[in-house]
């Protein structure tokens, strides 16, 4: 037997041993995650955890780390679709790819590169990037790149391009295998949804909080949601977009809560007691109330609002003070200095501006006089609602709320619309 079979043997008996022969499987990078020191493998645990919730039903047999990357091996005839959609939504990833286990003899692997290139689709120009995680190996990076280079050239007649190639074929050499892949995807980036501590997210049917809300999951919070309405006093279209928008929000964190908590009873009371101009702030001040105590049931340590500054009335400096004063747990308002054009366009982006702009009848909106206050004075707003039983208007919202459960959305047409550009 001469050297180079019995090497080949070895090889496929390796590739057979891990059950690895052109074995299809996607290759998720991240970053962000791999930077953090010794808490580097609870932030990989929890990515892989969500990658393997998101997954579920998608045909993943089996999740590996390795060597700086993930791998969700695929059984044979795993659709790409339905993965691309579920993957590019887990916050973590950076980038992902279909990708396949080939030998790391370049033999085996010209091959397999070879039968797979119709799924690199059409290219007039093209590039091989290769990289070694596993550097004793005998072909270096660019031996690789040539020869395969070479190959590929000679089997599709399209020229190679190493600066701007119509298509890429990567290739990252392990000790057991070497993976292979054509072109990336972009994932959303940031850190894996649990890996910060759980918040609660103030979320109107309007277009701010969604964005607001999956600027907080992106830095790994899970959010509990919490919807204020005025039914009966209104219509009960708010709802049904909040219960919509925490359906996106669920395609982003899996199963989702959210609370339908009304309001109009408590803004009654304040519209008898309390002066109009004033009635916005205090409205907000319940929603504060009553949004942590809910949320500190499922652990949230924070709420989160689609504050601009500016923006709309309530939204100045001295009334956003107004609102915090009762507030016992940090506020965040990661869209502070948004403008709404640069909001809204998140909002396409994230798959929510369709649900948000649809009409309906925001509970602020009740009883709201023509001019509100724009700079509420603490005293002033403290004194004013000095006249209410604040403690059991905040004991009944929360005894009124209703909890919805959302599993993880198993249809994601709105979002799916969206894949290219997804980073939040
Ligand atoms: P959005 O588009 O998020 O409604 P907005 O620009 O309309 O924001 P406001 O309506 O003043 O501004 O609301 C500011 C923030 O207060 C919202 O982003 C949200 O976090 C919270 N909020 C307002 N209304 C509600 C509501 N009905 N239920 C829950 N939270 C609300
Ligand atoms: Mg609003």
Redesign the pocket.
């Known amino acids: 037997m001469t050297t180079s079979t019995a090497d080949e043997m070895e090889n496929a008996a390796t590739m057979q041993a891990h059950g690895s022969r052109m074995r299809p499987c996607v290759v998720v990078h991240y970053h962000e995650v791999g930077l953090k020191g010794r808490n580097r493998p609870f932030f990989l645990g929890t990515l892989e955890t969500n990658l393997r919730q998101a997954t579920a039903g998608c045909g993943v047999t089996r999740i590996e780390r390795a060597t700086g990357r993930i791998l969700l091996w695929l059984e044979p005839h795993a659709a790409w679709e339905p993965l691309r959609d579920r993957i590019a939504r887990v916050f973590g990833v950076v980038n992902f790819a279909r990708g396949y286990a080939a030998p790391t003899k370049l033999d085996g692997l010209i091959q397999g590169v070879l039968a797979r290139l119709p799924e690199a689709g059409e290219f007039a120009t093209f590039a091989v990037r290769a990289r070694r995680a596993f550097k004793d190996l005998p072909l270096s990076s660019r031996e690789i790149a040539v020869k395969l280079g070479a190959a590929v050239q000679a089997a599709s007649g399209a020229g190679v391009n190493l600066s701007a190639p119509d298509m890429t074929v990567y290739v990252e050499v392990l000790p057991q295998f070497a993976l292979f892949f054509f072109n990336k995807e972009r994932g959303p980036g940031g850190l894996p949804v649990g890996s910060s501590a759980p918040v609660t ?12 809300a999956l600027r907080v999951l992106k830095r790994g919070c899970r959010a509990v949601l ?5 039914f009966p006093f209104l219509n009960n279209a ?1 709802q049904e977009k ?1 219960r919509e928008l925490a359906e996106v929000i669920s395609a982003y964190q899996g199963a989702t809560i959210l609370y339908l ?1 009304p ?1 109009g009873d408590i803004q009654r009371q304040i519209v008898v007691s309390c002066p109009a101009p004033y009635r ?1 702030v205090l ?2 001040r319940f ?1 504060v109330r009553i ?1 942590a105590a809910l949320g500190a049931r499922h652990g949230g340590r924070a709420l ?5 500054l500016g ?5 100045t400096i001295e009334n956003l003070t107004a ?1 915090e004063d009762v507030a016992t747990q940090l506020m965040l ?1 990661p ?1 502070i200095g948004m403008d ?1 054009q640069e ?1 809204a366009d998140e909002a396409e982006r994230v798959g929510t501006y369709e649900i ?1 702009i649809r009409p309906d009848q ?3 909106a009740l009883f709201v006089p023509a001019n509100p206050s724009i700079h509420t004075d603490l005293k002033g707003i403290r004194a004013a609602e000095s006249v209410l039983d604040v403690e059991s208007l905040v004991q009944q919202g929360i005894a009124d709320a209703e909890l919805v459960a959302i599993r993880q959305r198993e249809k994601q047409s709105v979002v799916a619309q969206k894949k290219s550009t997804l980073s939040v």
Do not use: E, N, W
Not at 201 to 212: T, W
Not at 311 to 315: D, E, F, L, N, P
């Open positions: 997210v103030l979320l109107s049917g309007g277009i701010d909080s969604p964005v607001a919490v919807h204020f309405h005025s708010s909040a908590v309001l916005v409205y907000r929603m949004a989160v609002t689609g504050d601009s923006q709309v009335a309530s939204q609102v308002r869209l709404k909001i948000s925001d509970c602020c």
